[in-house]
């Protein structure tokens, strides 16, 4: 099926260090979404972009739809301990039934 | 605030069991999805229903067979359970369309002995 290529698999970074995460495909996408995944929970919804270009903000972060339409990238600023969990993308090709998820990146935050 | 809720957080069952996993939405959404997660494998899709009595296979439907009878509920069961199905099996369910967003549930820890 269709895949996205989401890096890095995982980071370790001291607090209050910015963050940056990103995914990309061969495919055009209409929409992207990034979730959060705290352990041994479900995935939550963190933003949600419609719009090639698209800036969106949640607190300290900030997603974008690329240009291209076949990629974009999550930055967190000033992490904090609770940053800590997996973050997934997803996104959405026209017609399709069903969202494609990237693979997660694993954050790890040292106080 | 809407809701996807899974009737069981952690679940251990014996090899050869049939087992039920219950996700019930309460956000009239029409389509549902089961996924597993594993650790380095991400989210896989095992099936969704974009309908009542409606089904679709996903990636990985080997040993699992879903039901929905009612547009809230989506049942994934596990037919014959086995150790390679040990996982985390998440629930989620969005409006109609396919571009979500996507409402998780809490998850269901399922270890088979």
């Known amino acids: 099926g269709q895949q996205l290529n989401q890096s890095p698999q995982s980071m370790f970074i001291q607090e209050g260090e910015d963050v940056s995460m990103n995914c990309t495909s061969s495919s055009i996408f209409n929409t992207w979404l990034w979730y959060k995944q705290d352990p041994g929970e479900g995935p939550v919804l963190l933003i949600a972009?419609?719009?090639?270009?698209e800036l969106t903000s949640n607190g300290r972060l900030t997603a974008q739809f690329g240009i291209t339409r076949k990629d974009s990238f999550l930055n967190i600023s000033a992490s904090i301990p609770s940053d800590v969990g997996i973050y997934f993308c997803a996104g959405h090709i026209q017609g399709a039934q069903k969202l494609v998820f990237g693979q997660g990146t694993r954050l790890t935050i040292n106080p | 605030d809407v809701k996807v809720t899974q009737s069981s957080r952690y679940l251990v069952k014996r090899t050869g069991e049939k087992v039920f996993l219950e996700c019930v939405q309460d956000m009239d959404h029409e389509n549902m999805f089961w996924y597993r997660q594993d650790p380095g494998l991400g989210l896989r899709l095992i099936y969704f229903?974009?309908?009542?009595?409606?089904?679709e296979k996903g990636d990985i439907p080997e040993g699992y067979s879903v039901s929905r009878e009612k547009k809230e509920r989506f049942s994934l069961i596990l037919e014959s359970a086995s150790t390679n199905q040990t996982s985390m099996y998440l629930c989620?369910?969005?409006?109609?369309?396919?571009?979500?967003?996507?409402?998780f549930g809490s998850g269901t820890r399922l270890t088979v002995v």
């Open positions: 229903s974009y309908d009542v009595k409606m089904k």
């Open positions: 989620a369910s969005s409006p109609h369309g396919g571009q979500g967003p996507y409402t």
């Open positions: 972009l419609y719009k090639a270009g």
